[in-house]
C-alpha cells in the first residue's frame, strides 16, 4: 500500500497498541485533534481514552509520567510536538530514563519511545526547526533513531517498540508528506543500529540521514556520478562497520546532515573514519551541514540549512581531490 510518513507511522503506532495492551499514548493534543500533525488521527476511537491521552503543555511532566510508567511495567509513547519543546524535559531523559537501567544494574529497565518531530526546510516559527540528535546521542543509554521515508519509519518504530530501553524516534517534519513508498500493511522490523545503503557507487560516499536522504539522491542523479550514498536510519548506536566499509570503498567520503555542523554528528563519523580507515582515505573527508548558529526565522532557512547548491559544490570538491 502506497502511504507517507504519516500514515506508516499511523499504521505502526496501531499495530503496536493492539500487539501489546500495555502500550499508552500520550501528548498535547494528540487525541481528538490527532496530534499537529495528525500523525496519532483515529487513534482516540479505537482504543479509548484511557490508551490514548491528552495532556497538558508540560514536556517535563510528559516524559517523566512516561518514564513512571514504564517503571511500572506499561510501554509508553510518549509525543513532544516539535523537538525544540522536548529541552524542558531535557533532564528526565538525561538523569532518569538514560540512567535507570545502570542504576539499578539492569533490575529497571525503561521501555519507552518519545516520538518528535525535527529538522526543518517548512518555514516554521522559532523552536519547531531543531536538528537535536548530536544532544541526544551523546547520552549513554539512549538509542536515537532517524528514518528518511515512510518504509523505514514504520519498520523503525515497531522495533522501537520492542525494545526494552528508551529510544527517541526523530521523525523529520519536511518528509511527513513530502513522498510515499510502498508500505506493507502488516507488522515488519527494521533493525536498530542497522544502516541502510541507499546506492552503490564507485567515484564517492556520501553519509547520510533523515531529511538529507531525498535530497543527496536527487543531487546525485542530476550530476550522474557514482556515488554509495549510506543511510544511517539509528545515530546511535551508529553502524560503525557499515561506515567504514564504505568510506573504504570509494576513498572519498562526504558526510551531510542538517543538525550543526560544530561537533555535530558527521564529526564523530569523520573521527571513526580517521581512526579506523585513515589508510584508504584519498581525499579530506568533507562535512555539508547547517550553520553553528541557531535556527534562523523562515525567510533565511534556505541560506542556513545543506541545500542542493552546496552538496552539488560539495561533490565537485571531493572529486577534484
Do not use: C
Given at each position: 500500500m502506497q502511504m507517507n510518513m504519516v500514515g506508516a507511522i499511523n499504521n505502526a503506532l496501531e499495530l503496536i497498541m493492539k500487539e501489546n495492551d500495555k502500550v499508552v499514548l500520550l501528548g498535547e493534543d494528540i487525541g481528538k485533534d490527532g496530534g499537529v500533525f495528525r500523525v496519532t488521527d483515529g487513534l482516540l476511537a479505537k482504543f479509548g481514552e484511557d490508551r490514548v491521552m491528552d495532556t497538558p503543555l508540560a514536556e517535563s511532566a510528559i516524559i517523566g509520567t512516561a518514564i513512571g510508567m514504564a517503571l511500572a511495567g506499561?510501554?509508553?509513547?510518549?509525543?513532544?510536538?516539535?523537538?525544540?519543546?522536548?529541552?524542558?524535559?531535557?533532564?528526565?531523559?538525561?538523569?532518569?530514563?538514560?540512567?535507570?537501567?545502570?542504576?539499578?544494574?539492569?533490575?529497571?529497565?525503561?521501555?519507552?519511545?518519545?516520538?518528535?518531530?525535527?529538522?526543518?526546510?517548512?518555514?516554521?516559527?522559532?523552536?519547531?526547526?531543531?536538528?537535536?540528535?548530536?544532544?541526544?546521542?551523546?547520552?549513554?543509554?539512549?538509542?536515537?533513531?532517524?528514518?528518511?521515508?515512510?518504509?523505514?519509519?514504520?519498520?523503525?518504530?515497531?522495533?522501537?517498540?520492542?525494545?526494552?530501553?528508551?529510544?527517541?524516534?526523530?521523525?523529520?517534519?519536511?518528509?511527513?508528506?513530502?513522498?510515499?513508498?510502498?508500505?506493507?500493511e502488516t507488522a515488519y522490523e527494521i533493525e536498530i543500529?542497522?544502516?541502510?545503503?541507499?546506492?552503490?557507487?564507485?567515484?564517492?560516499?556520501?553519509?547520510?540521514?533523515?531529511?538529507?536522504?531525498?535530497?543527496?539522491?536527487?543531487?546525485?542523479?542530476?550530476?550522474?556520478?557514482?556515488?554509495?550514498?549510506?543511510?544511517?536510519?539509528?545515530?546511535?548506536?551508529?553502524?560503525?562497520?557499515?561506515?567504514?566499509?564504505a568510506a573504504k570503498k570509494t576513498g572519498k567520503v562526504m558526510i551531510v546532515h542538517e543538525a550543526e555542523l560544530s561537533f555535530g554528528p558527521g564529526a564523530e563519523i569523520a573521527a571513526r573514519i580517521a581512526e579506523k580507515a585513515i589508510y584508504d582515505i584519498e581525499a579530506p573527508i568533507l562535512r555539508v551541514a547547517s550553520n553553528s548558529f541557531p535556527y534562523p526565522f523562515p525567510g533565511y532557512e534556505q541560506y542556513y540549512i545543506p541545500n542542493e547548491v552546496k552538496i552539488s559544490k560539495a561533490i565537485d570538491k571531493i572529486l577534484s581531490s
Open positions: 506499561m510501554h509508553p509513547i510518549p509525543e513532544i510536538q516539535f523537538a525544540g519543546f522536548m529541552y524542558e524535559g531535557f533532564a528526565q531523559l538525561v538523569n532518569h530514563a538514560s540512567r535507570y537501567r545502570s542504576r539499578t544494574r539492569s533490575a529497571l529497565p525503561v521501555p519507552m519511545v518519545v516520538r518528535t518531530p525535527v529538522s526543518g526546510g517548512v518555514r516554521t516559527l522559532e523552536h519547531h526547526s531543531e536538528s537535536p540528535e548530536a544532544f541526544y546521542s551523546h547520552i549513554g543509554g539512549l538509542i536515537v533513531v532517524e528514518p528518511s521515508g515512510p518504509y523505514d519509519a514504520k519498520g523503525l518504530l515497531i522495533k522501537a517498540a520492542h525494545m526494552n530501553d528508551p529510544v527517541l524516534f526523530l521523525e523529520p517534519t519536511k518528509l511527513y508528506r513530502l513522498f510515499k513508498q510502498e508500505v506493507p543500529g542497522k544502516a541502510s545503503k541507499v546506492s552503490e557507487g564507485n567515484d564517492l560516499t556520501i553519509i547520510t540521514y533523515g531529511t538529507m536522504v531525498p535530497l543527496v539522491k536527487s543531487v546525485v542523479e542530476k550530476k550522474k556520478v557514482s556515488a554509495e550514498i549510506l543511510d544511517l536510519r539509528t545515530i546511535n548506536p551508529l553502524d560503525e562497520s557499515a561506515i567504514i566499509e
